[in-house]
């Protein structure tokens, strides 16, 4: 199995944990429209939207919207899920992607059900729905291989992602590898970011406010990457 497969597993069992209304890091988004987001995003001809006009799986789109209402039957949820933990069919463009294009898209979008929900006193997530999050829970668990598989995917990724940030960047893990994720326009100093590898990937996808990364750098260059990529 691939780190991916890995992913897309872990990431299914999570939602179908939690129940279609529990909080995510993805603004104005509950786990019924994450859900529906990750089997849209890899099959734009699902059979039960063909009659909705329009493009089909588009967010925000009416059969978009029509199936995350759908998905608050606890029935319906738990088959999106399902559909979505199954591989992309063979005819899908999606069915050829690995590890560079889904591998930070699973982990990512399982922090964002881990690190938005409240948390019980055990570090299990709460009830869904609770007001407001609750501590951090602890840094999932990662095989070296694994944590290798998503650093590198970090470092390829990031570099895209900071493309209008004037500041440069380094990233150093906790447990000792860095990069240099991106070079400083004129002007401007290089910040450096260090966490846990986890808290490291949610920086560079903009969900930095909950994290545990600390920062060193000039005030006006953190500020210029905070802009972009929020802080703690």
Excluded: K
């Amino acid at each position: 199995m691939t780190w991916h497969q890995h992913e897309r597993e872990t990431l299914a069992a999570l939602l179908l944990s939690v129940g279609p209304d529990a909080p995510t890091l993805c603004e104005g988004w509950r786990s019924r429209h994450l859900a529906v987001h990750l089997l849209h995003r890899e099959s734009a001809a699902l059979s039960h939207l063909r009659a909705v006009p329009g493009p089909v799986g588009r967010v925000g789109s009416e059969a978009f919207e029509a199936a995350v209402e759908r998905c608050l039957d606890p029935e319906e949820y738990a088959a999106t899920i399902d559909e979505f933990a199954q591989a992309p069919a063979a005819w899908s463009p999606w069915s050829f992607a690995g590890d560079s294009v889904n591998l930070l898209e699973f982990f990512v979008h399982g922090e964002d059900v881990r690190r938005a929900g409240a948390l019980a006193q055990d570090g299990s997530l709460a009830q869904p729905g609770a007001p407001e999050p609750g501590p951090l829970p602890p840094s999932r668990a990662l095989s070296p291989d694994h944590a290798d598989t998503i650093w590198q995917a970090l470092r390829r990724a990031a570099p895209m992602m900071l493309l209008r940030v004037p500041a440069g960047l380094v990233y150093v893990r906790d447990d000792g590898p860095r990069a240099v994720v991106h070079r400083p326009r004129e002007g401007y100093g290089t910040v450096v970011v260090r966490g846990e590898l986890g808290d490291l990937v949610l920086h560079a996808f903009r969900r930095g406010a909950r994290t545990r990364v600390t920062v060193e750098g000039d005030a006006d260059d953190v500020a210029a990457i905070a802009a972009r990529c929020p802080l703690p």
